[in-house]
């Protein structure tokens, strides 16, 4: 069975400072992998994906995560962050099999971001 | 261009009380999907529609009906509302079956059952 799973409940970082929000993953076959945010009392909102090729793929509002498929990992990052990325982050997996196609979601991770 | 739309934004039912929360697309996605969104438990899929009159269950559909007679329209139904179903419900469309098409959400309803 496919799944992702986020070891961390909360993430805090000071603003100006580099974030890594933690993603493993766990599937057979080729691994396609998602990150969404959601801000509060808000829908998710897609923000990078990787299908193949590079390890490092860049997404919205500067994010971007790294592949590592040694260490089945899938980490969101970004440079610096911002108070304004303060919101709830989900790693997503695609589900090729029981449920044709739909996402397999981890726990979510709180980021929090200080001035 | 709507995306993704559903109502009502908030809820609160009766146990044993009957309830359609509606979605509605009108991007022409073929798959639609919904899910419950609990504390420390992330999103969970309920049942989901890979094209109009074709409906599967996910991983927690005890308790829900979905049907899709149109590309457009995916309802979830509560037959008998229950304290455990008080969540946050997503519907999420996505264009086809293709490994790197991502999910398109709604807004969510938040359900409270007392």
């Known amino acids: 069975a496919q799944s992702v799973a986020q070891p961390e409940d909360q993430v805090n970082v000071a603003e100006g400072n580099p974030l890594t929000v933690k993603c493993t993953y766990s599937?057979?076959?080729?691994?396609?992998l998602f990150w969404y945010v959601q801000y509060p009392n808000r829908g998710l909102q897609f923000l990078l994906k990787y299908i193949t090729g590079d390890n490092l793929v860049k997404g919205s509002y500067g994010f971007e995560a790294e592949f590592n498929k040694s260490q089945t990992s899938f980490h969101l990052k970004k440079p610096s962050a911002l108070v304004s990325d303060s919101a709830l982050y989900f790693c997503?997996?695609?589900?090729?099999?029981?449920?044709?196609?739909?996402?397999?979601f981890g726990k979510g991770t709180k980021l929090s971001v200080k001035p | 261009n709507a995306g993704v739309t559903q109502t009502p934004k908030f809820q609160v039912l009766k146990t044993g009380q009957s309830m359609t929360l509606q979605c509605a697309q009108d991007?022409?996605?073929?798959?639609m999907s919904w899910y419950r969104q609990d504390p420390g438990m992330g999103l969970r899929l309920i049942h989901y529609s890979v094209g109009a009159g074709i409906t599967d269950q996910g991983e927690v559909p005890n308790g829900y009906n979905v049907s899709r007679s149109t590309t457009e329209d995916f309802p979830l139904r509560l037959l008998s509302a229950a304290p455990s179903q008080t969540s946050v419900y997503f519907c999420a469309t996505y264009l086809d079956r293709g490994v790197g098409t991502e999910a398109f959400f709604g807004q969510g309803t938040r359900l409270t059952v007392v």
């Open positions: 599937v057979s076959g080729n691994p396609y």
């Open positions: 991007m022409n996605h073929e798959y």
């Open positions: 997503a997996v695609r589900d090729l099999g029981g449920s044709q196609g739909n996402l397999i």
